[in-house]
């Protein structure tokens, strides 16, 4: 069976450039959250939501599971992510049914992609593989990637917990070029540290101890986890 409908996908994907367009226009609520098309309600029976705080996009981004968040915070620290947004577009796939991909991203080279985040990619049910394989190749000639993305990809819940206490405490304010560049130059890039070292090096050189948390969780230098899932963070 065809889920996707002629009338559904007629002029597709076209018709998402204003939805694109419109989605990272858009300014937070009056509580600073960025929703999408489809709201996330935040305390939901069986649903672990929350909203992550991105200072990339300027507002609270919400999000409805774990993994959800830790993709969050991945997109957060990747340099080639400019922006993004979480169940932004509303694609229909019927008459009655709609596809709304968890996130959209745009990058710093003007590239558009949608995401999935799933909990395992090799148990999907048929009817997504259906779904989500007539996406991507109804995406391709526009040069709009599709992927799915599960927790083998993603950190583990005690690395994104720490990431998360690093992001809050990093930006409570703007650190200089100078204060950066210093600090950098007092360590080495190429060499992941554990905590004690880096925040050692940085106090006996007068530097606040925040300002560490930010060079980790911009990816300016690695620091070493126990789990170290992902090589560290």
Known sequence: MNIFTTDAWDNFPDSLHPQIVDAFNKKPDLDGVLHGQRHISQGSVGKRTGLFSSYKNN?????????????????????SVKYYRTQALKIPISHNQ??????????????????EVKHSKRFLDQKDIERYQRLKILLAPSGITFDIVDRHDLYSDAEA?????????????????????????LLTRSTSL?????????????????????????????????????GGI
């Not at 917990?161 to 130059?185: P, T």
């Open 59 to 79: 507002g609270m981004i919400p999000y409805e599971s774990q993994l959800e968040l830790a993709h969050a915070i991945q997109l957060e620290r990747n340099p």
């Open 98 to 115: 709609f596809l709304y991909p968890d996130f959209l991203i745009k990058y710093t080279n003007e590239e558009i992609a949608f995401h």
């Open 161 to 185: 917990k720490v990431l998360l206490h690093y992001n809050r405490r990093s930006h409570a304010r703007n650190w200089s070029s100078f204060e950066i560049q210093f600090a950098l130059s």
């Open 194 to 230: 554990v905590k004690n070292q880096l925040m050692s090096i940085l106090k006996n050189n007068g530097l606040p101890l925040e300002l560490g948390e930010f060079l980790i969780f911009h990816k300016y230098i690695k620091l070493n986890t126990p789990n170290n899932k992902q």
